[in-house]
Structure formats: structure tokens, C-alpha cells
């Protein structure tokens, strides 16, 4: 669907390295409508439910680490098939397997420091929008360019 969101986050290195705007910049060419950001230093606690899936894993410890070593700039993108988009955007998890072209693939070079976040199914975008924004932190508004240049 054309309103499809998805979660997609700038993690502490990419937001350190300065790369917020590149990330952001290729979302937005792409066609895709910004509709919730802001920048937040994410809790201990917080990041421990986002990652709720990868509890148990030998890296969990050093991934929230990580995830709270700065401020994160957080994002709802909506669009075309915005969840799986994003994922082909921000490329394999792992940056040595990320094609050139996509955000990892481009920008990084370690699964630890894979520079960005983004939902990986339709579930997970609405489970993750809720925990990282408030309804009335998402804009709900249009875009008549979008709607008449991007879209037939
Ligand atoms: P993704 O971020 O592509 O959705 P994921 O959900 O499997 O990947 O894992 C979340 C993050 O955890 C990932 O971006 C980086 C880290 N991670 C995943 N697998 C890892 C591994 N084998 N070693 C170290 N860090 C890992
Ligand atoms: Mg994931």
C-alpha cells in the first residue's frame, strides 16, 4: 500500500560520522514521505525491547551498548512498500555483503557498526513506530508532489 510505514534509524555512528543527511537525503529521492523524526538517547531498558528478538544472542550485550553509545535520529518513512524498500535501501546486515549502493553497502564496513536501522516486516514497523513515537509525533499530512509525481 501506498501509506505503508516503516521505522528506520540513524544508529550512533552513522549519526557521530555526520551521515544523517545522506541517509535521510536518500529516502526522501527515492520518493518516500518523512512523517516522525527526532533525535533521542535511547535507555537501556528502551533498547532491550526494540532488540527483544536478539535477547540471548552472544553480541545482545555489545549491540545495546553500542545502540547507547549517543544520541540515535529515529524515523517513520511511509510509501510503496516502505518496510521492504527500506530493507533493500539499507542493504544485508552485514556491510561486506551489502551491495554497492545501498546505505551499508556504501557507507560501512562491520556488522557492529552497520550505521543505520530499519523494520523488517510490516509487524515489527508498527510494533517498533509505537515504541520509538508517540501517535501524535507522526504527521499524518499530504505531499500533493508525491502524491502527483511519484505515484500514477
Ligand atoms: P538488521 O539490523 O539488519 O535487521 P538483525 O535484526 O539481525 O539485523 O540484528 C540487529 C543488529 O544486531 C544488527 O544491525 C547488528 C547486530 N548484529 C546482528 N547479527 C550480528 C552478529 N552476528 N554479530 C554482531 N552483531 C550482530
Ligand atoms: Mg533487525
Redesign the pocket.
Known amino acids: 500500500a501506498n501509506n505503508e510505514r516503516t521505522f528506520i534509524a540513524v544508529k550512533p555512528d552513522g549519526v557521530q560520522r555526520g551521515l544523517v543527511g545522506k541517509i535521510i537525503q536518500r529516502f526522501e529521492d527515492r520518493g518516500y514521505k518523512l512523517v516522525a523524526l527526532k533525535q533521542v538517547t535511547p535507555s537501556k531498558d528502551h533498547l532491550e525491547v526494540h ?1 527483544q528478538d ?1 535477547k540471548g ?1 552472544p ?1 545482545f550485550p555489545s ?1 545495546i551498548s553500542y545502540m547507547q553509545s549517543g544520541p540515535v535520529v529515529a524515523m517513520v518513512w511511509q510509501g510503496l512498500d516502505a518496510v521492504k524498500q527500506g530493507r533493500v535501501m ?1 542493504g544485508a ?1 552485514n556491510p561486506l555483503q551489502s551491495a554497492p549502493g545501498t546505505i551499508r553497502g556504501d557507507f560501512c564496513v562491520q ?2 557498526r ?1 550505521i543505520c ?2 523494520s ?1 516486516s510490516v509487524d515489527s514497523a508498527n510494533r517498533e513506530i509505537a515504541h520509538w513515537f508517540k501517535t501524535e509525533e507522526i504527521n499524518d499530512y499530504t505531499s500533493d508532489q508525491i502524491n502527483k509525481w511519484v505515484y500514477e
Open positions: 532488540y536478539l544472542k553480541f549491540l539499507l546486515t556488522t557492529g552497520n536501522h530499519g523488517d
